[in-house]
Structure formats: C-alpha cells, structure tokens
C-alpha cells in the first residue's frame, strides 16, 4: 500500500512552501531525501512547525501548543512562516499534519489571504503568560460561551498575564473568592467555579502560570487609542484597554453575540464562535 510520501510530490508540485507539522525524524527524512521524491523544487521551503527542533530543520516555526483543532494549528504555522518572512500573500503552502494520532496522515494545501491570518500567532508567541495558560483560558471561555449560565447566555473577562500590574489598575467589586487559593485555571473544578462567579460583574485576573489571581475585578485603565470594533462594549472595551496599559492578554465571552475575542496590545487578534469550535 502506497505511503503519503510516495505521493507528495505531485502534491507540492508548484507549491511555494511545505510546512511539515511535528514530523518523527524518519518522515522528515524521506520527505526531504531524494529516495521520497519530496522535494520536487529546490526553491520550494520546507518549513518544521514543532514544539521542538528534534530533526534540525532550518527553518523552523516553533508551535507552544499542539493545538487540537488541526485547522487552528496550520494558522499558526502559515502566521509563524508569515512572521518569518517564509511565506507571502497570495502563497500555495501545503500543510502536512496529522488529523489522528501518530505520523503524518494528511495534506491540506492552502492559498495565504487575510483570511488565513487571524493573530493566533501573536497570541501566544508575544504574550508574557505561558502559551499553555493562553489556551486554557481559551478553553474555559469556550465552553462557557457553548453551554452559558443555566442555559442564558453569559459573559465574562479574563486577564491573562502581568497580574501585580492589572490588580494595581483595577478595584475590587466584592470579596475575593481566590485570595488564599491556589487554583490554577488547568484544575478540573475550575470550570465550575468560573461558571458559577460569571455571574457577577468584574474580571477575572490570571497570573502568567495560571494561578486566579481575582475574581469581581473593575479594570480603570486608560482607553484612550484602543483599536476594537465597532458595536462592541464596555466589557470588550476594558479588555483591550488593559492589554493596552499591560503586557496581559485579554480574553473576553461577549453576552450579546456569543463570541469570543482575545486581545493584545490594545488591539483585537482572535475571534472564535464557540458553536464552531
């Protein structure tokens, strides 16, 4: 039975790069040896997108998180290539991954446009908190936004990173819940527990490795120069506002449309629709 690299160069023929996601060495290998017939085009770049340089490929595209959703994990690497200045829009780039568990099982051959680039990269690669951080409390926001408050939608504000900063730029609403815990927003109860406080007005304040910091935070950060869209709120305006003051990253579950939104520098980067997760 013929393997996938017995095909792959008719698949990246014409292609201006191959980004190969977490390759084992023996596929890198075949893929790039001429015994594969990978490399159809020595002009053609192949790029590694991996938590870890383990073949030595140059170049190369770190990825923080290895990101269930295969189509999240190729907008990170064509972002990161983008960054790199490896890829350009208007690029074909063929995305070797693996949709289920072991090596490489599939091909996705994408055009590079402006609907490619979501920020997901600068996200996680420019954010101060730990990029596993960054996607909990993604996580946490999703499911929130799926299955809402008692069946109401509900919103919420999460403050990710650079916390002693945040909390001397905002007030306290009501009684810290998490003042002398330990909770870290990867704990199995903590859905629960956010579920539950989201209720309540305030933000959530979340250290760079993950620890509640607070919880019924009001944000007083300057708003001047925040870049959001139009039609958004006072939750989603304080949210980039904070990140505009802070190096944090906020991370917002709208009420009124049920999307979520991440912010950094003051600007928005991600919107992801829970119901589409």
Excluded: W
């Excluded at 289920?100 to 590079?112: L, Y």
């Excluded at 039609?231 to 305006?237: E, I, K, S, Y």
């Excluded at 600007?267 to 992801?272: A, D, N, P």
Aim: proline share 4%; with cysteine.
């Amino acid at each position: 039975m013929a393997s996938l690299t017995d095909h792959l160069s008719e698949l990246v023929e014409d292609a201006d790069a191959v980004l190969l996601f977490s390759p084992t060495a023996s596929f890198h290998d075949r893929f790039t040896g001429d015994e594969a017939g990978g490399r159809s085009d020595e002009r053609t770049d192949i790029v590694v997108v991996a938590p870890d340089n383990d073949v030595d490929a140059d170049p190369f595209v770190e990825l923080p998180i290895p990101f269930r959703d295969v189509r999240d994990r190729i907008r990170f690497g064509v972002e990161g290539s983008m960054e790199a200045d490896l890829v350009a829009e208007g690029d074909e780039v063929v995305c070797v991954v693996s949709v289920f568990e072991g090596e490489s099982d599939a091909v996705i051959r994408v055009t590079v446009d402006e609907t490619v680039h979501t920020g997901i990269y600068d996200l996680f690669v420019e954010s101060r908190a730990d990029p596993g951080v960054i996607r909990d409390v993604l996580e946490v926001a999703i499911e929130l936004g799926k299955k809402g408050q008692k069946g109401k939608p509900v919103g919420a504000l999460f403050v990710v990173g650079d916390a002693g900063k945040v909390m001397n730029k905002s007030r306290s609403l009501s009684y810290n819940p998490f003042e002398k815990s330990h909770v870290h927003v990867g704990d199995p109860i903590v859905n629960v527990m956010l579920k539950e406080f989201s209720r309540l007005d305030g933000a959530f304040v979340i250290s760079d490795s993950g620890k509640i910091v607070s919880a019924y935070r009001y944000l007083e950060p300057a708003a001047e120069g925040v870049d959001i869209p139009k039609g958004l709120g006072a939750r989603h305006m304080a949210g980039g506002a904070i990140t505009q003051d802070t190096n944090a990253t906020a991370i917002v579950l709208s009420e009124s449309d049920g999307l979520v939104r991440a912010f950094k520098g003051g600007r928005l980067v991600l919107e992801i629709d829970p119901e589409e997760y």
